[in-house]
């Protein structure tokens, strides 16, 4: 079974340039994660795809946040419009019934798209539970805020994704839904008591601990862990995540250069690393910070692609854009 370097790494534009072939080449990175900067029209995509794994190898993990909604990287014409999670929570309050079959439609559409570019994962389903003072980072990307609610919406996304030969990630694990800033630019501090967060926050990535793979929250959980952040944290990483959780698949950290984190970025890919993490994953494109990661990391020991995950890569189901389309509006007319 092929090794790769535990790192997924973000590219600078629509296309990849010298220093990003030699890097898949030289340093063999386990997977790619796109955004929109790199998806401005769907040929230019379907053409960067196509060369990455040129570079590198068919079953390469090219990783994507497409949840509908505001969270959506892929955005012309060509690519179906697709909604925020809460649309559907809010639905399940009133049919629950008819709200599990518009996310399956509404998944179903995502996940078959997806796999005709060629993108073998996508970064779904968001498992956090936003408290009245969340500080709208997770918003309407959550279905809601009822542990078992997301827990049913997740489990179906989870299936719906694999019948469609993509890997899912549950997100963010144990559970960004208290925190009151973004960690994209500051470094949240949970400080609920631990019988709070055990009976809600962690219990919808509890029922779901069988997902593939798992993205860390940026964030302090002071009653566990007051001085690491959980990406970090080996208390949080071993005992919650994995011990008190279940979780036994890939955990990749959530966007190593997000401001959450201060100190050296090469240190916090290793640190990560040590801490328990599976991956390290860079978002920004910066070529300069990926050759700092990945020169910092490489003394550390390779990763595999999980069998089970090479295995959903091989899955197509048939879709028919129309039908299904068709089918969700219907559905979605009912409640609008």
Not at 83 to 94: E, P, T, W, Y
Not at 125 to 131: E, H, I, Y
Not at 311 to 322: D, G, I, R
Request: hydrophobic residues 40%.
């Amino acid at each position: 079974m092929s090794s790769y370097l535990p790192l997924i790494i973000g590219l600078k534009g629509t296309s990849l340039n010298a220093n990003e072939s030699n890097f898949l080449k030289n340093f063999k990175p386990w997977g790619i994660i796109l955004f929109q900067r790199n998806c401005i029209n769907h040929k230019d995509t379907l053409n960067l795809i196509e060369d990455i794994k040129s570079k590198t190898h068919e079953d390469v993990p090219v990783l994507i946040d497409q949840e509908g909604g505001r969270v959506s990287r892929l955005n012309y014409p060509e690519f179906p419009k697709t909604l925020s999670a809460k649309i559907f929570g809010d639905i399940f309050a009133k049919d629950k019934t008819m709200a599990l079959r518009a996310l399956t439609l509404n998944t179903d559409l995502i996940a078959g798209s997806l796999k005709k570019m060629g993108i073998n994962i996508n970064t779904i389903p968001v498992l956090d539970l936003p408290s009245l003072n969340e500080s709208g980072v997770i918003g309407d990307r959550a279905y809601a805020s009822d542990k078992n609610t997301v827990s049913q919406m997740g489990e179906i996304v989870l299936s719906t994704n694999n019948s469609n030969g993509i890997g899912s990630v549950i997100k963010h694990i144990p559970g960004h839904g208290k925190a009151s800033v973004d960690s994209h630019f500051d470094l949240p501090t949970i400080t609920d008591e631990l019988s709070v967060l055990e009976n809600e926050d962690f219990i919808p990535f509890s029922n779901l601990n069988y997902a593939p793979l798992a993205m860390t929250a940026h964030a302090i959980y002071q009653k566990y862990d007051k001085d690491n952040v959980a990406t970090l944290s080996k208390t949080i990483i071993n005992k919650i995540i994995r011990s008190k959780i279940g979780f036994s698949g890939t955990l990749i950290t959530d966007d190593i250069s997000m401001k959450a984190l201060s100190d050296d970025i090469g240190n916090n890919s290793f640190l990560a690393l040590q801490a328990g993490c599976d991956i390290v994953m860079h978002c920004n494109g910066n070529f300069e910070e990926i050759s700092q990661i990945a020169n910092k990391i490489s003394s550390l020991d390779l990763i595999s692609i999980d069998p089970n995950l090479l295995e959903t890569f091989q899955l197509k189901k048939t879709l028919n854009v129309e039908e299904v389309t068709g089918e969700l509006a219907h559905i979605l007319t009912k409640f609008s």
